[in-house]
T-cell receptor
Framework: EPEVTQTPSHQVTQMGQEVILRCVPI?????FYWYRQILGQKVEFLVS????????KSEIFDDQFSVERPDGSNFTLKIRSTKLEDSAMYFC????????????FGPGTRLTVT | GDSVTQMEGPVTLSEEAFLTINCTYT??????LFWYVQYPGEGLQLLLK?????DKGSNKGFEATYRKETTSFHLEKGSVQVSDSAVYFC??????????????FGKGTKLTVNP
């Protein structure tokens, strides 16, 4: 069964450094998402991406964040200058067209900012 | 804004016990409702869904009914197994412009089933 994959599984970085989290969505899906979960808190929506542009973003997704689909398979989340409070589990998800079909999630990348 | 409230965990049950995890929601629109499950070390997996009032979602022995009058979507299973031990998330979604959907999650409820 096709699945969403994410790399790396764990990333440790120093405050102020740039990080890029990578995701490979399911191949026939057209909508892509990033969510994050700070330890002990809710899973929070960050951004949705369709047709090579952002379709919706949350207030968390400020100028430090960006997303890109550099080729036909990868979907990336970049954090330009990491802060301690960016430490979280980051989940990528994708879905096919059709509305309300539910999203398929990757296993997540645990980002630790020191 | 939209929100989801789940019963606090953790929940610990013996094998073959009955499970209920309560979930209520607040939404301005007419959302679809989902239950996701996260097994240790894995990502979120869609367990079941319901897209309109009185719909019942079901999968792997789990069920949940979309109750618009009580704004609830409680998860139930008649007889849990050790392999059901996981974290369960209730979520709602609204369709965004262009057809994408934004999920709003509850905090998650950790279930442990003992043999």
């Amino acid at each position: 069964e096709p699945e969403v994959t994410q790399t790396p599984s764990h990333q440790v970085t120093q405050m102020g450094q740039e990080v890029i989290l990578r995701c490979v969505p399911i191949s026939n899906h057209l909508y892509f998402y990033w969510y994050r979960q700070i330890l002990g808190q809710k899973v929070e929506f960050l951004v949705s991406f369709y047709n090579n542009e952002i379709s919706e973003k949350s207030e968390i997704f400020d100028d430090q964040f960006s997303v890109e689909r550099p080729d036909g398979s990868n979907f990336t989340l970049k954090i330009r200058s990491t802060k301690l409070e960016d430490s979280a589990m980051y989940f990528c998800a994708s879905t096919r067209p059709g509305g309300y079909v539910g999203q398929y999630f990757g296993p997540g990348t645990r980002l630790t900012v020191t | 804004g939209d929100s989801v409230t789940q019963m606090e965990g953790p929940v610990t049950l013996s094998e073959e016990a009955f499970l209920t995890i309560n979930c209520t929601y607040t939404a301005t629109g007419y959302p679809s409702l989902f239950w996701y499950v996260q097994y240790p070390g894995e990502g979120l997996q869609l367990l079941l869904k319901a897209t309109k009032a009185d719909d019942k979602g079901s999968n792997k022995g789990f069920e949940a009914t979309y109750r618009k009058e009580t704004t609830s979507f409680h998860l139930e299973k008649g007889s849990v197994q050790v392999s059901d031990s996981a974290v369960y998330f209730c979520a709602l979604s609204d369709l965004l412009e262009g057809g994408s959907e934004k999920l709003v999650f509850g905090k998650g409820t950790k279930l442990t089933v003992n043999p």
